[in-house]
């Protein structure tokens, strides 16, 4: 089906014609439309054309008025205050245009794909190998997911790149205390799942580190076996790719426990790019972009500087001859440009990492691998916090484990299911705990902007109240209540009843569902599509109290009213699943 256009774009189509008609001389003017408490919709643009025009703006505004064209769209339009223009719709219009949104048989509800979408490479939920994932790699997952979900609805060709930690010196590390203390890796990987095969790894992880850091003998046989990993050493090789396998089965269990889907073709961690390493070096310091300063391969830059106030290079390759993260990054920057040939970047990184991306985002560019046709954003993400307003820490200061934090989260939403469940089995109560335990925690994340801190409470994210997931996933189920207790009522459009002023409201609303969708993709920023379906949910929360749906006054306005149910339950649970979370039918 094709794409529906949207009531604020008919209007301003409208006002913009008008405008043109009334000062020809201006040529295409913006009317500067948004919503308004004061009438449906209010024009700002005649302020600032006046002025250019040196005109009188609320006789431009009246000359305005009498060019536009009422009818079935435009009810009315009066001046106010020096020049702003208020406009109401027609009833008839707001249903007609729901209408059609509805009569949309392919879940769309009328939002257009992008006229000219393009390929975009995201870089998100990037966990270490044979490390626990923890509460700082939830943001980086959850962001990741509702970024990719959003530009693909839109009709971006989206490449998905989970860049894990799996080289360098902790694997030295870590083989070589195996291989000096092969009794204490005392499980098969057949034996235990993959949370407790993880749970192995990291410990044995901590007690390498642990040598690591006191014995300089041990330190120096561990560098040694980086070589012979890099090398490819056969025996080395055997055990890192262990690792690897074991810790993927871990990362997959807890991306299914996050109702997210990650794919093993996706996963290109730094080993990934370990052929490139030599290359990239090698142009860049032949291109100058790169020099040599104490034996390393740096970058200098005048005008980024460190906290201190001082220059940072950016070090590509170290005087040992040992390559960096920079090494690692400016190499799939190079295997995204140039072989996936990508327009657009993106990382979603935690913020403090936001000076590496910068100098490697400029070293790229001085290469001439980004351009004007290939950007590079960073989608810096701030930290989940405590109740207190610190980092999050357990009670002993250590950092929760992710799986800990889900599953508590999915205890207390199931206790919440528990007390409001009337006619559900224990299997559906568990079943609609865990989804409204990981909606809880992803939406509380997600209707934060990315680049500011939040508390994480569970407490409040599991509530009935508020601007939680709960309430919009309650929302949702309430409606489908009402439709299946409708009997043989259906949901119709009747575009000739009069509105009531809380229908009007829920209706322009949902007509604004596909210009958020846009806003949301193009800007990387789930919150405010967050932000949008909760006003979705309030707006109907206000319509069920003041409109009696099931016991409205004639059948037109029943089958009317369940028509207004049902657009705004179907933009609830496609609005949410973009977010990557599940509506129940009953709660």
Known sequence: ?????????SVHQRLAAA????????????????RSDRADFQANGILALAKKEKANPRELATQVVSQVESGELIKDVEVSGPGFLNITLTDRAITQNLAARYADDTGRLGVPLAQQPGTTVIDYAQPNVAK????????????GDAVVQLLEFTGEHVVRRHHIGDWGTQFGMLIQYLEEHPHELDHKADEVSGEEAMSNLDRLYKAARKVFDADEEFKTRARRRVVDLQAGDPQTLAMWQKFVDESKIYFFSVFEKLDMEIRDADIVGESG???????????????????????????????????????????????????GYAATDLSAIRDRVFTIKANTLLYVVDARQSLHFKMVFETARRAGWLNDDVEAVQLAFGTVLGKDGKPFKTREGETVRLVDLLDEAIDRASAVVREKAQDLSEAEIAERGTQVGIGAVKYADLSTSANRDYKFDLEQMVSLNGDTSVYLQYAYARIQSILRKAGASRPAAHPGLELHEAERALGLHADSFAATVAEAA???????????????????????DKCPVLKAETQEQIENRLFLCDVTARTLHRGMELLGIRTPERL
């Open 1 to 9: 089906m094709a794409s529906v256009t949207s009531l604020s774009d």
């Open 19 to 34: 405008l043109s008609a009334a000062l020809p001389q201006a040529g295409s003017a913006d009317p500067l439309l948004r």
């Open 132 to 143: 626990e994932m923890h509460v700082g790699h939830l943001r980086s997952a959850v962001i």
């Open 273 to 323: 790019y370990n052929d490139m390493l030599a290359e990239t070096c090698r142009l860049l310091e032949e291109s100058g972009v790169a020099v040599r300063s104490e034996g390393a391969l740096c970058v200098f830059f005048d005008d980024i500087k460190g906290p201190d106030g001082n220059p940072v290079p950016l070090i590509v390759q170290k005087s040992d001859g040992g390559y």
């Open 522 to 544: 193009s800007e990387y920023a789930p919150h405010k599509l967050a932000a949008y379906l909760f006003q979705l949910a309030s707006l109907y929360t206000t319509f069920y």
